[in-house]
């Protein structure tokens, strides 16, 4: 009973729905209407019709939304212009809400979230929700009138109920074949390869500008072949770089590397709880090597419930005392990279790294690049710029001064010393 009454009413929905269709067809913006119908065709959108009931009669015109980051901040809306020629002649108002600005507005827009579930859910006494029939998406997405999308879909999509695989909704099988979003070149390739047969450990001793990082992402795609869920951390010098990777992480079709150093003020939380709830997931988190060795990131990674990847760019600078901290055994799959791995007069730091990667697995240096064509060939031109005397002399006097100096190390500042700086500090501030 309750599935034919559930039957009838979809059927009435539909052809009360079947009018709107067409005037989406001749009254809505040409691109606003091509995006909608590429959204449905994908299943990239959910759509669901609100009906008054209870003790409400009439439309339903609230105006709520929730937009959230693949950092989990977000940014809550209420109300609103309607898009019709009518709407725009009227005064409206909107307000917006955000989860970084304070207690406040974290708080509004919680209740906004938590208001926007109930309804989503149909948790309202005075309204019923009902999904959109499937006959009604299938006519909105017949509204498409181009052959391509308005946007990326991302990899591995391979379209909805449109029935269009689409060039950039190719799957990814571990980024060596034809059907990976970026079409590797052989060197990538074959690292790759190298880092496989070795087990998910190694260092790529790469070139720069041979595309270490596609190599390394690839090397991600190809790990997920062999675990169901993991976490992944990527290792950088510097906070630049890390935002350098997440580009490049979309451009696999990977949208959710999470910031785990400063510029997240909520980094910790967000790292422990991609450690804890990895399984859902595979997040990404992209770290500073700094940030990597800090006590607080080693023990998060550590009470990780799945497989934990470590990619580490730039890998001589985690040879260095102050940051092998960030070596810890809670890696089970391992990839350094770098032009060279090898620490400027430092065995022992290079030594350490080729033990805890287990040694290079793949070598292509920069000859092999220019003979290959993957780089062209350069020539070095020093242009030399000599001191003037005064220059010269200044130069001389400084280095002089600063020879006379005993080596020692400095005591840390007191805060409450208003004693006048000593002649060490007097002597910095003038070179």
């Avoid at 898009?83 to 002649?89: K, S």
Wanted: aromatic letters at 8%; hydrophobic letters at 35%.
């Amino acid at each position: 009973m309750q599935d034919g009454a559930a039957g009838v009413r979809t059927e009435r929905l539909t052809e009360a729905l079947a009018g709107d269709v067409d005037k989406l067809r001749t009254e809505l913006a040409a691109d606003t209407q091509e995006t909608l119908a590429w959204l449905i065709a994908d299943d990239r959108i959910d759509i669901r019709i609100a009906v008054p009931s209870g003790d409400l009669d009439g439309l339903y015109h609230e105006k709520v939304g929730i937009i959230t980051d693949a950092y989990g901040q977000r940014v809550a809306f209420t109300g609103g212009v309607n898009e019709t020629a009518a709407a725009l002649t009227h005064c409206d108002s909107l307000t917006i809400d955000t989860s970084w600005r304070g207690r406040w507005d974290a708080e509004t827009v919680d209740r906004h979230a938590a208001r926007f579930e109930q309804l989503w859910t149909g948790g309202s006494d005075n309204l019923t929700v009902y999904d959109l029939p499937r006959a009604i998406e299938k006519d909105i997405a017949a509204l498409r009138s181009h052959d391509e999308r308005p946007y990326d879909l991302p990899a591995g999509d391979g379209g909805g109920i449109g029935g269009s695989d689409g060039g950039s909704g190719a799957g990814v099988t571990g980024g060596l074949t034809d059907q990976a979003p970026i079409k590797l070149w052989p060197p990538q390739s074959n690292a790759v390869r190298a880092w496989v047969d070795n087990e998910y450990m190694g260092l790529f001793a790469m070139a720069t500008g041979t595309g270490k990082s596609y190599a390394a992402i690839a090397a991600r795609n190809a790990y997920k072949e062999s675990v169901d869920t993991f976490l992944t951390v990527i290792a950088v010098p510097e906070k630049s770089l890390a935002m350098q990777w997440d580009s490049e992480l979309k451009d696999w079709g990977i949208d959710r590397g999470i910031y785990a150093f400063s510029v997240n003020n909520s980094w910790q939380t967000d790292v422990s709880d991609a450690a804890t709830n990895a399984g859902f997931s595979s997040p990404i988190l992209l770290t500073t090597h700094h940030t990597a060795a800090s006590q607080t990131f080693r023990r998060h990674v550590a009470r990780a419930n799945v497989p934990v990847l470590l990619i580490a760019d730039e890998v001589y600078g985690l040879g260095a005392s102050t940051f092998q901290n960030a070596l810890i055994d809670a890696y089970d799959a391992r990839l350094g990279l770098s032009a060279t791995h090898k620490r400027y007069m430092d065995a022992a730091g290079t030594q350490t790294l080729c033990e805890y990667f287990d040694d290079v697995v793949y070598e292509y240096d920069i000859a092999d690049a220019i003979e290959d064509q993957y780089l062209v060939p350069y020539e070095y031109h020093p242009v030399i710029v000599e001191m003037t005397d005064d220059e010269m002399a200044r130069s001389t006097s400084k280095n002089h001064r600063v020879s006379q100096q005993p080596f020692r190390a400095m005591p840390p500042p007191r805060k409450t010393s208003k004693s006048s700086p000593t002649s060490e500090r007097r002597l910095r501030s003038e070179l």
